[in-house]
C-alpha cells in the first residue's frame, strides 16, 4: 500500500515539476550596420530600439537549399534552449527572451546575444552559417548560466574566431645603459690579522661596471646585462710569510631583471623590480714564503645563482639620454666553498650595488 501512495505523489508532482521550468522566448534578427535617420543609436531592450535596422534577407525560392539565417539560427537556439535542464522555449508567454541580431560582413556576421534573465550580452566578431549550430549551443550554455561565451568552448564547438583572433601588442623602447659603481660584500674570509692568519667577517667594495640593454614596455621593464667587478683591496705577500690570507681579485656576471615603473609617463620615476644574475668571482690566496717559486699567490674562481631585488630612480626621462640611480640586495643561492694548496675559501657571501648609470 505504502509503494503505491509514493507512486502515486510523485505522478501528482510530475506536472509541477514541468511546469518549473523557465519559459524562453527566442528572436534572431538580421540588422544593418547603417543607420536610419533620426533613429536613436542607444540599445534597448525593445525590438527597433538597437543601433541598425532589421533587414530582410533575399533568399532563392528556387534554390531548394538556400537558407535564412536569421530562421536557421533561431531554430537551432530554440533546440539547445530545450535540451538545457530547466528552460524550455516557447513561442509566446515567455518569462524571459533571447534576443540575437545578425550583423552583415563580407564574410559571415557579428554576432550579438542578449538574455534577459541575467541582463548578460555576449559578442562574436565573425562566424560564417556552417558555425551555426556550435554558436547556437555556446550562446544558450553561455546566456543561461551567465557565464562568458568563451567559459563553455569544448572540443566539439570551437569557432573559427577562437584561433583567428588579430591580437595586437604594445610596442616597446629599447635602450642601451651604462652604468658605474660600487659593490658591497660580506662574509667570512681567511684573513691576516697580527701576523696570524682566521677566518674572520670581512666586508669587500669592489668597483662595478656594467653595460646591457633596457627595454621599456609602458609601465613595465626589462634589463638584460653583463657585469665585471675588480677588487679594491689587497695584502702584500711580505706581509704575511706563512701564507694563506685570502682577498677578492674580480667577478664577472650575466644578469636579467624585470621593472616595474610606479610612473610610468611621468619625466621622473621610481621602480621596483627583480630577477637572477649568474657571476663567477676569482679569489687569490697568498702561498707560504716558501713556494713562491712560480708567483706569490695561487688564483681559484668559484660562483653560482644570486636573486636580485632592485629599486631605482629615472629621471630626465623626456631626453633622448637620461640617468638612472639604482641599489640591488643579492642573494646567492650557493656556499662559496673551493680550496687550492695555499688555501681557499668556505663562507656565504651575499651583497649588494649601488650604481649610478645612462640610458641612451
Wanted: with cysteine.
Amino acid at each position: 500500500m505504502s509503494r503505491c501512495l509514493v507512486a502515486a505523489l510523485l505522478l501528482s508532482l510530475l506536472p509541477q515539476v514541468a511546469s518549473a521550468a523557465t519559459s524562453v522566448c527566442v528572436e534572431v534578427e538580421v540588422r544593418s550596420w547603417t543607420q536610419s535617420p533620426g533613429e536613436d543609436s542607444t540599445a534597448g531592450e525593445n525590438a527597433g530600439e538597437a543601433a541598425g535596422e532589421p533587414m530582410a534577407v533575399p533568399v532563392d525560392t528556387r534554390d531548394p537549399f538556400a537558407i535564412d539565417p536569421a530562421r536557421y539560427l533561431e531554430r537551432l537556439v530554440r533546440y539547445e534552449v530545450t535540451h538545457e535542464v530547466g528552460f524550455e522555449a516557447v513561442d509566446a508567454g515567455c518569462a524571459q527572451r533571447i534576443r540575437i541580431e545578425l550583423y552583415p560582413l563580407r564574410m559571415g556576421w557579428t554576432v550579438f546575444a542578449r538574455y534577459t534573465g541575467h541582463a548578460r550580452e555576449e559578442k562574436v566578431d565573425e562566424v560564417l552559417l556552417d558555425e551555426f549550430s556550435p554558436l547556437a549551443q555556446r550562446l544558450v550554455r553561455a546566456l543561461l548560466w551567465d557565464r562568458a561565451i568563451t567559459q563553455v568552448i569544448n572540443r566539439e564547438n570551437v569557432l573559427r574566431a577562437d584561433s583567428q583572433t588579430d591580437l595586437r601588442r604594445i610596442r616597446g623602447e629599447g635602450h642601451f645603459t651604462l652604468g658605474l659603481g660600487t659593490q658591497v660584500r660580506a662574509g667570512q674570509l681567511a684573513t691576516l690579522d697580527g701576523g696570524q692568519v682566521s677566518d674572520d667577517w670581512r666586508i669587500l667594495t669592489p668597483l662595478s661596471v656594467q653595460i646591457g640593454y633596457r627595454g621599456k614596455y609602458k609601465a613595465w621593464g626589462l634589463d638584460v646585462f653583463a657585469r665585471g667587478a675588480l677588487g679594491t683591496n689587497k695584502e702584500a705577500p711580505r706581509r704575511n710569510p706563512a701564507g694563506g690570507h685570502v682577498d677578492f681579485e674580480y667577478a664577472g656576471a650575466a644578469g636579467l631583471h624585470f621593472l616595474r615603473y610606479l610612473d610610468a609617463v611621468g619625466m621622473t620615476s621610481w621602480y621596483l623590480g627583480g630577477g637572477a644574475m649568474f657571476e663567477v668571482s676569482g679569489f687569490s690566496v697568498i702561498k707560504p714564503e716558501g713556494d713562491r717559486g712560480n708567483g706569490d699567490v695561487d688564483e681559484f674562481y668559484t660562483g653560482g645563482l644570486n636573486l636580485d631585488f632592485v629599486v631605482g630612480y629615472e629621471f630626465m626621462r623626456t631626453s633622448r639620454v637620461h640617468f638612472y640611480l639604482q641599489g640591488e640586495l643579492h642573494v646567492p643561492t650557493f656556499q662559496l666553498d673551493t680550496e687550492v694548496d695555499a688555501g681557499g675559501v668556505d663562507t656565504y657571501l651575499p651583497g649588494g650595488l649601488l650604481q649610478v648609470g645612462m640610458v641612451f
